[in-house]
């Protein structure tokens, strides 16, 4: 079973690049089953979903969302990662990384989360 | 950009149904998945294509989606239910959420 472990500051200056992994376990992103997805939670707020990454590296990001994401993979760590310039107060938030399957009855569904990391934007 | 609206707050006696809405433009013409997230844990998949449980989770969950609106409805609600829920479909290889339902088991 894919297990899947957010790591990162959790506190980081505006302006300032924040930069989280996800490592995974139980599974290889190589394996190339899966989509590799990043989602947020503002305090008191709905889910936001960010973008996702396939094994092959190829990227799809949230249109609504201002283009300053970046989402990448590291095959030889088992790892995908998540970074954001120039941050502000807004991108406080709870960051879980998440999976769907590439094939399959719950391919349109989020099957596995992380726990989530907390990530507050302040001076 | 695509939208899916829920009810702020339901409240449920244990025992009875409760049911929880989702409502956006023709959703009845994609899938429909539903979360549960418990206080302090990880959103949780509870229905995904409309109307299938995920593994563990008990029948007395269920899902409908028709028209404009998804409907997550748990017969018999237990305590343990209290929780948020969230509907999520996918628009335009864009995956949106609805912005949560507080269950309340009263």
């Known amino acids: 079973q894919v297990q899947l472990q957010e790591s990162g500051p959790g506190l980081v200056k505006p302006s300032q690049t924040l930069s989280l992994t996800c490592t995974v376990s139980?599974?290889?992103?190589?394996?190339?089953?899966?989509?590799w997805s990043w989602i947020r939670q503002h305090p008191g707020k709905g889910l936001e979903w960010i973008g996702y990454i396939y094994y092959s590296g190829s990227t799809y990001y949230n249109p609504t969302l201002r283009s300053r994401f970046t989402i990448s993979v590291d095959t030889s760590k088992n790892q995908f990662s998540l970074k954001l310039s120039s941050v502000t107060a807004a991108d406080t938030a709870v960051y879980y990384c998440?999976?769907?399957?590439?094939?399959?009855?719950?391919?349109?569904?989020?099957?596995?989360w992380g726990k989530g990391t907390m990530v507050t934007v302040s001076s | 950009s695509y939208e899916l609206s829920q009810p702020p707050s339901v409240s449920v006696s244990p025992g009875q149904t409760a049911t929880v809405t989702c409502s956006g433009d023709?959703?009845?013409?994609?899938?429909a998945s539903w979360y549960q997230r418990k206080p302090g844990q990880s959103p949780v998949l509870v229905i995904y294509?409309?109307?299938k449980r995920t593994s563990g989770i008990p029948e007395r969950f269920s899902g409908s989606n028709s028209g404009n609106t998804a409907t997550l409805t748990i017969s018999g609600t237990q305590a343990m239910d209290e929780a948020d829920y969230y509907c999520?479909?996918?628009?335009?290889?864009?995956?949106?959420f609805g912005g949560g339902t507080k269950l309340t088991v009263l």
């Open positions: 999520q479909a996918w628009d335009s290889s864009t995956a949106v």
């Open positions: 294509q409309d109307s």
């Open positions: 023709k959703l009845g013409d994609k899938y």
């Open positions: 998440a999976t769907r399957p590439s094939s399959g009855d719950t391919t349109d569904a989020f099957d596995i």
């Open positions: 139980g599974g290889s992103i190589s394996s190339g089953g899966y989509y």
